[in-house]
């Protein structure tokens, strides 16, 4: 039997998942630049980029939430079908 969704339509939490992954990516860049000075023995970089490290774990919170958001969609969907 043929699923009547298209490949490319658009679930509730596409964009959160997206989002995530731009911030996760962000916040890996920065974790790789504030460590990499500590790893090459030169002087650390301020307590700021630290926090921008942090992103990687926001991005990945943001990203599960944007796939918890599209299995209840599909739930709410799945319940309405039957």
Same mark, same amino acid.
């Given at each position: 039997m043929r699923d009547k969704t298209q490949a490319n339509s658009a679930e509730p %939490?596409?964009?959160l998942v997206r989002t995530g992954g731009i911030v996760f990516f962000v916040g890996a860049?920065?974790?790789l630049v504030t460590v990499a000075p500590l790893l090459l %023995?030169? +002087?650390? #970089?301020?307590?700021y980029m #630290?926090?921008? +490290?942090? /992103?990687? %774990?926001?991005? #990945? /919170?943001?990203a599960?939430? %944007?796939? /918890?958001r599209t299995m209840a969609a599909q739930r709410r969907r799945a319940r +309405?079908?039957?």
């Open positions: %939490g596409d964009r860049v920065a974790t %023995g030169k +002087s650390p #970089f301020p307590a #630290f926090g921008l +490290s942090m /992103l990687m %774990g926001v991005g #990945f /919170l943001i599960a939430a %944007g796939v /918890l +309405s079908v039957q």
